[in-house]
């Protein structure tokens, strides 16, 4: 719908609010609204919806193997508070971790003998999606920079820092998760962005599997030129992402495709040597989630932009 600007004295604009929308969520004269800027956007809100709590109890008994992925799971999907029930005590320091490492202001506030309660203690600020989401890329391109840079050295003291690196990803990722399910962001096409966050946390993980094997490998860290190579060129195609989500264009998407193919080409062949058979294997399966992230970086351009302006 349209609204014209009704222009008072010489610096106040005004525009109508929708009657039935007003009418629908009983905003009457002297009310207050939350408006929030979003570029060229204005986000407009009432504060009942903006203080709506969720709230879910849950019995983890004989799920104690898996909670972290329950805890992520309600982080992710926006609840403000949850009720843990519980037979064994020790589950409690499980649940400590799983809060203090991944997830950003959800603690347990109450304890009890057989219960906890965790609530969100510091506002999920969803203005800082955009702050977050770019600090995700930042770190996986450090990430991986560490890593080529210790197999070409032969120098595995850094891995171990690298590695733990992964535990901030998930962090990053689950926030932004959080943000969307939550709130939504300002941004016209959510369910993009969300796959493109999942597959962010899906590279730190196969950084991570790959530090592993680095330091399992340390004796024998070596590589040949061809491997390292590739994992080189793995690095550029994680930059390339990270350009095209931020500047769009389409002949870098194209780039990203191409050297995609190339990469896999190239490394396949590899997999009959054994002593590069694990390192082309993490090779394969990062060159081809960082194409997946710029097919769904290639949507958003598509649908955000108009064709003439793609070339």
């Given at each position: 719908m349209k609204r014209k600007v009704i222009q008072i004295a010489d610096s106040t604009q005004l525009i109508s609010l929708p009657r039935k929308w007003a009418k629908k969520l009983n905003i009457k004269k002297g009310d207050e609204i939350e408006v929030v800027e979003d570029n060229d956007k204005l986000i407009?809100?009432?504060?009942?919806?903006?203080?709506?709590?969720?709230?879910?109890?849950?019995?983890?008994?004989?799920?104690e193997e898996i909670i972290p992925r329950l805890l992520h799971s309600f982080y992710k999907n926006g609840f403000d508070e949850v009720e843990l029930l519980f037979k064994d005590p020790k589950v409690?320091?499980?649940?400590?971790?799983?809060?203090?490492d991944e997830m950003i202001g959800f603690e347990i506030v109450e304890q009890r003998p057989g219960s906890c309660l965790i609530k969100t203690i510091a506002g999920t600020n969803r203005n800082e999606y955009d702050s977050v989401l770019r600090r995700t890329f930042i770190l996986l391109k450090?990430?991986?920079?560490?890593?080529?840079?210790?197999?070409?050295k032969r120098d595995t003291s850094q891995i171990q820092d690298l590695k733990l690196q992964e535990i901030t990803n998930n962090k990053y990722?689950?926030?932004?998760?959080?943000?969307?399910?939550?709130?939504?962001?300002?941004?016209?096409?959510?369910?993009?962005?969300?796959?493109?966050?999942?597959?962010?946390?899906?590279?730190?993980?196969?950084?991570?599997?790959?530090?592993?094997?680095?330091?399992?490998?340390?004796?024998?860290?070596?590589?040949?030129?061809t491997t390292l190579n590739l994992y080189k060129r793995v690095l550029k195609l994680l930059n390339i992402s990270y350009e095209v989500y931020y500047h769009f264009d389409l002949k870098k998407a194209k780039e990203g495709f191409l050297e995609r193919k190339k990469i896999i080409r190239e490394a396949l062949p590899l997999f009959n040597k054994s002593e590069s058979k694990r390192h082309i294997h993490y090779i394969v399966c990062i060159t081809q989630i960082i194409a997946d992230i710029i097919g769904f970086e290639y949507q958003l351009g598509i649908k955000n932009q108009k064709t003439s302006n793609l070339f």
């Open positions: 407009i809100s009432t504060r009942s919806s903006a203080a709506k709590l969720m709230r879910t109890s849950l019995d983890i008994t004989g799920f409690i320091s499980k649940i400590q971790k799983s809060l203090r450090l990430m991986f920079e560490g890593i080529v840079e210790a197999l070409e990722t689950a926030f932004c998760r959080r943000v969307i399910n939550k709130f939504g962001i300002h941004k016209d096409y959510p369910a993009l962005e969300y796959c493109i966050i999942e597959w962010l946390e899906k590279i730190a993980d196969q950084a991570k599997y790959l530090c592993s094997f680095i330091l399992e490998s340390k004796e024998n860290i070596k590589i040949n030129k």
